[in-house]
């Protein structure tokens, strides 16, 4: 309950300011061309008890204490009962002093009004001899004109009866429902902002799964880079050639040694014969392969590939 009068103070004020959470706010306004500060002071046991509304500066107005500059005698603190709205009972005070602008306790007069001949004249102060005069206006509003005095006695003893007539002041109820509105308003604003923050929690939660297949895939990749890059120098066209050199060079060797055995009488005609021709052959296969990609490679580079 002490959350949503601060809120209703929030919705039906402007330039409201917190001092000290949940215990003290201020809110500003222009008076008479004077800037004013009413300072809300919210006791430990608000709302069930009222809260304190200081002035400052003090205020010559009826409903100013004018030694303390509390506002006592305004209709909402002196009818203020659990059930008020704290941003209602300030908005009105607030109001009357902006439409009734009240003279400073040292009786210094508000900023001069320029008359539409462009002739200054200072702002008449409130007639003092006819103090009810915005108590009327509120009389008007609340429609207290038209109870009897029965009526009026019982509004002053009955609480009830009290809260039950002013729940039904039409002005009342249009702010009741504007002020209902805009609570709802505030909490499906909150709802809605609670159910992106799960929808914004999952996907950040898919992020990182997403994240992690894509540094496995990347460590993948590496891998499979290196593989490549290893089969790529493999049977690169000058590392075949290297290789066809080596084995045309093994291939010659081998049917040299089989000659040196042949003549030594390490081995008769027919063995010699089947191997020293199969060496001789490889030999002569891979020498050919290997003039025949020298040459190949040679023609590349003249054509500067």
Known sequence: MRKRQIDTLKIFNLNVQQVKENDEYLITFESGGREI???????ADFPNAKPKLVVSPILNHP????????????????????????GR????????????PPQLLNGSPGTPQHSRNGNSQEPKAPDRGIVASPVTVEQDVFGLKELSLDDLKRLDRDED????????????????REMNHLLD???????????????????KAKLAEMYEEFMELGDRYEALNIKYMKKAEDFSPQHIKELLQIAASAADARSDEEAQKF???DSDVGTFLSTFIE????YTMRKAKEDRLTQQLTALERAAF
């Open 263 to 265: 003549l030594a009488g």
């Open 185 to 203: 308003q505030i909490e499906a604003t909150a709802t809605e902002n609670f159910s992106k923050k799960q929808l914004i929690d999952e996907q």
């Open 63 to 86: 409903w100013v204490n004018s030694s303390t500059g509390e506002i006592e005698n305004a209709p909402g603190i002196l009818n203020y009962t659990i059930h008020s709205d704290l």
């Open 89 to 100: 009972v300030v908005q009105a005070i607030s109001r009357e002093f902006e439409r009734h």
């Open 279 to 282: 060496s001789k052959k490889s």
């Open 37 to 43: 500060t009413i300072n809300i002071l919210l006791g």
């Open 161 to 176: 009866y009290l809260e039950n007539f002013i729940e039904k002041i039409g002005f009342v109820q249009n702010q009741t």
